[in-house]
């Protein structure tokens, strides 16, 4: 059967499609555009790592230069993991370097990785240039030193929101004087104080480096220092943003932050002293994206900042910012497209700061393009939500979280369903929704009608019964992964939608109502499904069919059950057909 | 199985009355009605708001802390601890530890407090009930500065002595005899 094209062809054509949807799709049009597409594909996507294996990946697609994995389930972000649960990235990499020494890229989210994959990387990958690891944990700065030893043609070590071992800041010193491709450091989660005169010669060295994030413990009298060096710069994380008032440090700082002209972002701002603030103030027109989120920075200093940021594209910031504060921003950033308010004293039930919904409504209606939201904030409302869904029907993340669980309308004390039913209908393109607040059953009524293109959703202490679970289940065509804890949720639910969770990433649920015996009989029925049973509290292999279960974690793979379950992780309906107890 | 009945709210229905402290920040398993009943308390979270909420109480106007449902609300590790460790220093004072040869145990003072360094000694001497200073005292204040070098009190202005003061030692007997006190 010859093909309408040559390979050539096809392939030229094919190196067009960049993202992993597009291939997919190409693949499942006949086996010979699926042969032609994997022996192309340069940049494999894996959204679970235990959904497939190294040996799937590897039969798959020969010619794999980028590989993005991700580990453990988002839960984990709030210690709701247990610690030894999985995501080791161990393996892959063995296997990676026995089978594509030309890879170039490896970037993980939320995977154990050890130093001595870190070894293995360095000494196993010629090209390497792209490493980036968020919110990985498992490592220490010894680790960074054998990427910077021996990764001659490094570009990017992105480390965010990582959990490192700092055992010294020597790491840094381990760069060779050869080396001059860096074009990206962040290094902003990393605790110790790398020497500062191997940080300055490595800027120096460097002058494709557009991206560069220091720790807080670099001091801010150096700061000027390095944006001297650097003033190409177009993203920049500040250390502790805090010394002693000096006039020469000030100007010297205003001089470097007006020298970088292409400076575009901004995070950092550990301990902030309000004094040095002003200095910044030139770059603040130019900036499209503002991380203040670690800086206990008030109002009047911080809408001073804000009013000043006409071309801002998202925002990062602690609820200090108050209601005036998002007035401001309602007011000056006409282009914000992502809003992020964090709380500053999140564990204690009355307000430190005059936050209130008022502050998210005033953003809804200032800013035309905001599309993507996450709120913390103590009250909020029915009245509320309908005016963010009316003003903003081009949301397509809405993240809320009102501190108090299960807290009602504080105006009418009823339940919030309306409010987030209203959120769903109006934003029509909601892929992601995370809810809080007082919610019964009628409010996953809503989300299964409405919310069609929804691809992520989190729910907590919400739902009156099963009912609830099963209208998104049966209502939300297009989810993908759904994360519930504390929910009345429990077998007849699951069970009716077992179908579901096959054209699913994955389900999360904690503290519900999912019993033993349901979890096994899910892991009989459905082969191509993990249905892991995570309890620390009992013997996993001796807990009654009718007791609850802790926590469950159910996703597809053609991998089977895993082989790296740690005692309190139980793979369910697996092994039992042999064991009938 | 109605999860309605372990409602707990800041804010109490018509006709309820909840009072304040019955939030879910203080109960936070009521509501697990027919499961295995464990406290959930992030231990994690909790050791490392060991230290700030050691010094909350001091304060006496921090509100006591409540007891935690793990994970909520979602705030990474890293937000709460980065954050909480530098925002007590900044809002509730300068705390340093003072210790006093041969007492069994060390105080807490807040430098903030003080105007200057004869308030600081007179607090000092009140605490320790002891006196301070020349006329033939034993004891002799000093602190470890920044640099970690142990100096006397007295020497630097006040506004530098309180920045760079980590802790506080009054020593005593023949090493400190001589030194007096600079203040």
Request: aromatic share 10%; with cysteine.
């Amino acid at each position: 059967m010859t093909h309408t094209f040559p390979e050539e062809v096809l392939e030229h054509v094919f190196s067009f499609l960049n993202t992993q949807h597009d291939r997919n799709t190409v693949s499942l049009v006949c086996k010979s555009w699926y042969e032609m597409e994997r022996w192309c594909r340069k940049r494999v996507f894996i959204g679970n790592c235990y959904a497939v294996n190294p040996r799937v990946l590897i039969q798959r697609f020969p010619e794999v230069k980028s590989i993005e994995l991700k580990g453990k389930p988002h839960f984990a972000d709030f210690n709701l993991v247990p610690e030894g649960w999985g995501g080791y990235v161990y393996d892959w990499i063995v296997e990676m370097v026995r089978v594509y020494p030309m890879l170039e890229e490896i970037k993980l989210k939320r995977m154990v990785v050890s130093d001595e994959c870190l070894e293995m990387i360095g000494k196993g990958f010629k090209y390497f240039r792209v490493l980036s690891l968020v919110s990985c944990d498992g490592f220490s700065t010894d680790g960074l030193a054998a990427i910077a030893a021996n990764c001659r043609n490094l570009r990017v070590l992105d480390l965010r929101e990582c959990e490192v071992e700092d055992l010294s800041g020597y790491w840094m010193s381990h760069f060779p004087d050869s080396f001059t491709s860096l074009e990206c450091l962040n290094m902003a989660c990393l605790n110790s104080e790398v020497s500062f005169s191997a940080l300055e010669r490595l800027v120096a060295r460097s002058p494709n480096l557009k991206i560069l994030r220091l720790n807080r413990a670099v001091p801010l009298e150096k700061l000027s220092t390095l944006l001297q060096l650097a003033p190409q710069l177009v993203e920049f994380g500040t250390g502790a943003y805090s010394a002693d008032v000096s006039t020469d440090v000030y100007s010297s700082l205003v001089a470097a932050f007006s020298g970088c002209k292409d400076l575009k972002d901004l995070s950092g701002f550990w301990d902030v002293v309000p004094a040095y603030l002003p200095a910044f103030y030139s770059v603040c027109s130019r900036l499209t994206c503002l991380n203040l989120s670690y800086a206990t920075i008030k109002c009047p200093d911080l809408t001073k900042i804000v009013s000043q940021c006409h071309n801002l594209q998202r925002l990062l910031v602690l609820d200090y910012i108050e209601d005036t504060g998002l007035n401001s921003v309602a007011l000056t950033c006409k282009d914000l497209r992502e809003l992020r308010v964090f709380p500053s004293d999140p564990f204690v039930a009355d307000p430190n700061v005059l936050l209130t919904e008022e502050g998210l409504v005033s953003v809804s209606k200032g800013c035309p393009k905001l599309q993507s939201v996450l709120y913390f904030c103590r009250q909020m409302s029915n009245s509320a939500l309908i005016s963010i869904a009316q003003n903003r029907p081009n949301l397509t993340c809405f993240r809320l979280c009102i501190l108090e669980p299960r807290a009602p309308d504080y105006l009418t004390f009823e339940p919030l369903d309306v409010g987030f039913g209203s959120i769903v209908e109006n934003c029509k393109d909601l892929k992601r929704l995370s809810m809080s607040g007082l919610l019964t059953d009628r409010v996953f009524e809503y989300i299964g009608t409405h919310a069609k293109k929804l691809d992520m959703l989190s729910i907590a202490f919400a739902g009156d019964s099963d009912l609830g679970l099963h209208y998104v289940l049966s209502g939300c065509e297009s989810l993908r992964k759904l994360e519930i804890r504390d929910c009345p949720f429990g077998d007849k639910a699951l069970l009716a939608n077992a179908s579901k969770l096959e054209t699913m990433r994955s389900l999360w649920m904690s503290s519900c109502n999912v019993s033993f015996g349901a979890c096994k009989l899910l892991g009989q029925k459905m082969p191509d499904l993990n249905v892991e049973v995570i309890d620390e509290r009992e013997n996993l292999y001796s807990i009654s069919e009718s007791d609850p279960v802790e926590k469950l974690y159910i996703y597809r793979t053609v991998a089977g059950e895993r082989s790296d379950m740690p005692n309190f992780v139980r793979t369910m309906g697996k092994d039992d057909m042999y064991n009938l107890s | 199985m109605n999860m309605e009945d372990g409602l707990c709210l800041t804010l109490g229905l018509p006709g309820r009355n909840e009072p304040d402290t019955e939030s879910c920040y203080k109960n936070n398993n009521n509501n697990n009605n027919n499961k295995r009943s464990q406290p959930e308390y992030n231990d994690d979270s909790i050791e490392s708001k060991g230290s700030s909420i050691a010094k909350e109480s001091d304060m006496d106007t921090a509100p006591a802390p409540k007891s935690q449902v793990v994970g909520w609300p979602p705030v990474r590790n890293y937000r709460r601890i980065n954050f909480q460790a530098k925002k007590v220093e900044t809002e509730s004072g300068i705390y340093v530890k003072v210790s006093m040869d041969g007492a069994p145990y060390l105080r807490k003072i807040d430098l903030k407090v003080y105007k200057g360094y004869p308030e600081l000694l007179k607090a000092l001497e009140n605490m320790f009930k002891l006196t301070i200073g020349y006329k033939g005292s034993e004891y002799a204040p000093t602190y470890e500065d920044k640099d970690g070098d142990w100096m006397l009190v007295g020497d630097v202005p006040w506004e530098m002595f309180i920045v760079s003061c980590k802790r506080m030692r009054i020593m005593k007997g023949s090493e400190a005899k001589g030194l007096g006190c600079n203040v």
